[in-house]
């Protein structure tokens, strides 16, 4: 087991550099949620490294910035009282939209069904003669 004092994890992650891709998704992500300032950003990056650095890896990646991001921007985002998910979860799916194709890909397949079903349901409940319909020619 190794043991890391204080000291040697901040010479540690001063070597670490974060890819400009992943600067780039830490910055849109904060975009995208309405974080106010840097401080997230900066946040995010120097967690990151940490999180790196204590692992004893010298290369951050992306599975790295999904562990954090949830811990750094989940007490930075507005609340809204009336809003089913927490921000913990908005921020992981967010996450998942921007780095998981397939992800984006189902949850579009979904919007789609649910979609096809509600007008089918809207169809079926009109009738001639309400106010949804014009009365059948026969």
């Not at 954090?68 to 985002?77: A, E, K």
Request: with cysteine; glycine share 6%; aromatic share 4%.
């Amino acid at each position: 087991m190794v043991v890391y004092t204080h000291t040697s994890l901040l010479c540690l992650s001063c070597r670490i550099k974060v890819p400009r891709n992943l600067q780039l998704l830490i910055s849109d992500m904060c975009s995208r949620l309405n974080v106010d300032g840097l401080r997230g950003d900066l946040v995010v990056n120097r967690a990151v490294k940490a999180l790196v650095a204590y692992e004893g890896r010298n290369q951050v990646t992306q599975t790295d910035v999904g562990r954090v991001v949830p811990l750094c921007l989940n007490h930075r985002l507005r609340k809204d009282p009336l809003d089913p998910i927490d921000s913990g979860t908005k921020v992981q799916i967010l996450f998942k939209r921007l780095t998981d194709p397939e992800f984006l890909k189902r949850e579009e397949e979904a919007k789609k069904k649910q979609e096809a079903a509600a007008a089918a349901a809207a169809k079926a409940n009109k009738k001639a003669g309400s106010w949804g319909g014009l009365p059948s020619k026969r």
